[in-house]
Structures are given as C-alpha cells and as structure tokens.
C-alpha cells in the first residue's frame, strides 16, 4: 500500500477489516515475521476491537464484582510504518490504558494487536521477547520516570540487561554514549544523576533510553506535557528528527491538540473508551464531521484575531459520564447538541459517513456518529 498522504480521503474501516495474519504461528515463524522490515506506509501494527474493563469489587475478604470500568470499550485503528499516529481526548478516556494495551503493561480484556501480522495478545517466549524489544515508550513525567539513584548510563543501558544481544556488555559504554549524543547531550554525562539535569533534558534521556534497544515504534503517552512550553518544542523537533532518522512509527497521546497536529500525520480522537473519529491531520482539524471533534477544536485559543471572529464557539454541558457506567448508544449523547432518539439506541460505527462515501472529500473520513457532518470550527495549530 503506498503511504497515505496527509490530506488523502482514507476510506479504511479497520473496525471491519480483518486481518490477514502470517501463517500459523510456531515461535520459530513468529520471530522470523517479526524481525522482518515492513515498507514505509504499510500498516506495522493493527488493533482491532481492543477492550479493557477493569473490575468493581466490593468486600474485603469475600470480594465480589459489582461492575466494571469500561476504560477502553472497543477500539480499532491500525499505526502505518513511520508515521505519527495522535491520539487525543479528555482526561479519563482511556488514552493511557490503549498506550499500557500496546506496550503490555496491560492484559487486553478482549480483542487483538496484530503487530506485523503477529496478535501479540496472544504470543509468549521468544516471540513475545521479540516484540518487547520493538515496541517502546517514552513516559510522560522525566521527573518520576527516571530512577534517581540510577546514573544516566545506568538507566539508557539497563534495557540491555534485558536485551544483551542489541549490545554486548563490552559494547554497552559506547552505545550509551552515542545515545546521549543523538539526544542531543554531553556523551560526558554518562555518570551524571538525573537530578542535575533539567525537565527537558531528563526527557532526552527517557527518549535515549526508549531508542537503547532499536525499537520499531515508540509508543509516547504525554511526553512533553511535564515540560515548560518553550522546553516542548525543542524536544517535539526532537522526535521528530529521530523519526526520519531511524525511521521509527510514533503513537503520539498529548492533551495539546496544537502540539499533536504538528507532529501527527493521523489523528484518532477518543471519547469515553471509544474511538469517536479518526483521520488525517487536514481532515480532523479543518475537516472535522463529529460533533465532539468539533466542540474539542473550537475550544481551542486562537491567536489570530480575525480567525477568532468569524469561529464558532461550542460550549459543551453536563459532566463526561462515568466509564463504569456509560450512556447507551452514542457515548457522547449527553453532551451532544444534535442528539436524537436513534443517538439513544443505536451505537453509531467507527466508519465513513454513508453521504461521503465515494465523494472526493476531506470529509470521507471514519467517523462514529450518526449525523455528521461538516462544521466550520476552529483550525487549531
Ligand atoms: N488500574 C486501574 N484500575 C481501575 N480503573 C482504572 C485503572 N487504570 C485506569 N483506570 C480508569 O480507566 C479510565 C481511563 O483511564 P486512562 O488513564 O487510560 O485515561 P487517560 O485518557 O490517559 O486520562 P489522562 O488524560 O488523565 O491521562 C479512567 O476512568 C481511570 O480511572
Ligand atoms: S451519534 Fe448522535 S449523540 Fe452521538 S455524536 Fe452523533 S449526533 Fe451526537
Ligand atoms: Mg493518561
């Protein structure tokens, strides 16, 4: 598949897809399959109906399950080779939960991650090792993240504890310290502690240490959020040039939707554990067709004084539900402006809108209500 352009109609609906996987898998054609380059603009990883419900308990002794919080209720959308997937949406709706599904940290109460055509759902030994060493993560806090007792060598080799075959232990001083100078810092500050440095230089070295291990994809869960604004840009640059670099696949989570449009080459917006819109950066920020991406960019500052005038402003009402116990239907239906009685009722699908499908338009994009369609909002970033 060639590489989708950013401002391309995407008429994928990975919710429907199915995956073709690589053969039968023995843990000999696992690895193989996953040592394996994949073309730039082919999908390297795959999520198809993803959920994470963690259970409500009750009693101490006797527990029993009264519920469950829905953090993440089924979604899908596939990560394309060397490029900057976003994901964006409110605090609480699942963001981090999908970035802890990807990396493992996490048991998927159902659904698959097909990573080169492998469910790592569903892999274990050598295989699964395999992936581990492929997928890494940049955490959001470099001040908690990093283990102050540690010395900055310490912490960007540790992965090779774990991984000695990616650097040999006489090898291990080097590699660190190329490391540092590709993170743009002193390769002399191998023994330094992270307390001497500052924000923005402890997330160089969170960011070395997620590259220790030559990984395919970085999985970033608020990375510069912790960060001074003039700090992020610097590290945003960062990423990117590392990106072209070693030619990495970024899952980009950030609260600042400025920030995820100038690094991202798609967009998915999450609602309340679900996917609400997906697609390229043009079609979600200037192209938006849900009613929550709509309200989420015309709450967005806007700098220019002519661009505020002419804008609409969405103000939404009401609280976000509680994930344990979601609205039926359209999750966002309480909040939403246009709601109807089928919003009630019928759980509207991650798909293109039936009226753009075909259509040569930014709007022919996944889409999970109902009614959408355009509205002339904000054009954040
Ligand atoms: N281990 C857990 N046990 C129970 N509930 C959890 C657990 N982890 C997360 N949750 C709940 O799942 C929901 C989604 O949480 P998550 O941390 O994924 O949200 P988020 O989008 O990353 O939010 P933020 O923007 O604040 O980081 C929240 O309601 C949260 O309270
Ligand atoms: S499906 Fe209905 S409630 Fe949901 S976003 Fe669309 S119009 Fe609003
Ligand atoms: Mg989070």
Redesign the pocket.
């Known amino acids: 598949m060639a590489e989708p352009r950013k401002d391309e109609a995407v008429d994928a609906t990975p919710n429907t897809t199915a995956v073709e996987t690589v053969g039968p898998v023995d843990e000999g054609a696992a690895v193989a399959a996953i040592e394996a380059p994949v073309d730039r603009g082919e999908p390297i990883l795959q999520v198809r109906n993803l959920v994470k419900h963690f259970p409500l308990t009750l009693g101490i002794l006797f527990k029993r399950q009264v519920g469950a919080v829905k953090a993440v209720d089924g979604i899908s959308f596939d990560l394309y080779q060397g490029e900057t997937l976003g994901i964006v949406g409110e605090s609480g709706c699942g963001k981090s939960t999908v970035a802890k599904l990807l990396m493992m940290l996490e048991t998927a109460t159902s659904g698959e991650i097909f990573y080169k055509g492998q469910d790592i759902t569903k892999l274990s030994g050598r295989a699964l090792k395999a992936v581990r060493r492929n997928i890494q993560m940049v955490f959001q806090d470099p001040y908690t993240s990093l283990n102050p007792r540690m010395t900055v060598g310490d912490i960007i080799g540790e992965p090779y504890e774990i991984h000695p075959e990616v650097a040999p232990r006489g090898d291990r001083r080097k590699k660190v310290q190329e490391l540092l100078e590709v993170v743009g810092l002193n390769p002399e500050y191998i023994h330094r502690y992270p307390h001497q440095f500052s924000g923005g230089q402890r997330q160089r070295i969170g960011i070395a240490r997620g590259l220790a291990l030559n990984p395919e994809i970085i999985i970033c869960d608020e990375p510069v959020s912790a960060l001074d604004v003039s700090v992020q840009a610097q590290v945003v640059n960062l990423m990117e040039r590392l990106q072209d670099e070693f030619n990495l696949s970024y899952v980009f989570i950030a609260h600042d939707l400025s920030i995820v449009r100038h690094i991202s080459d798609r967009v998915g917006v999450m609602y309340l554990g679900k996917m ?1 819109e997906i697609g390229s950066d043009t079609q979600i920020y200037d192209h938006p067709t ?3 991406t709509q309200a989420l960019l015309s709450a967005v500052p806007v700098p220019d004084p002519e661009a505020r005038e002419g804008r609409e402003r969405i103000i939404l009402t009401g609280d976000v539900p509680s994930p344990a116990n979601p609205p039926s ?5 309480t909040r ?5 009685d ?3 009722t ?1 759980v ?1 699908l991650l798909a293109v809108p039936e009226r753009f499908r075909g259509v040569d338009t930014p709007a022919a994009h996944e889409s ?5 369609e355009e509205k002339d909002v904000v054009h954040a970033g």
């Open positions: 609400a849900h009613p929550y239907g359209c999750r966002f239906r939403c402006w246009k709601a109807e089928k919003c009630a019928e509207p999970a209500c109902h009614f959408a």
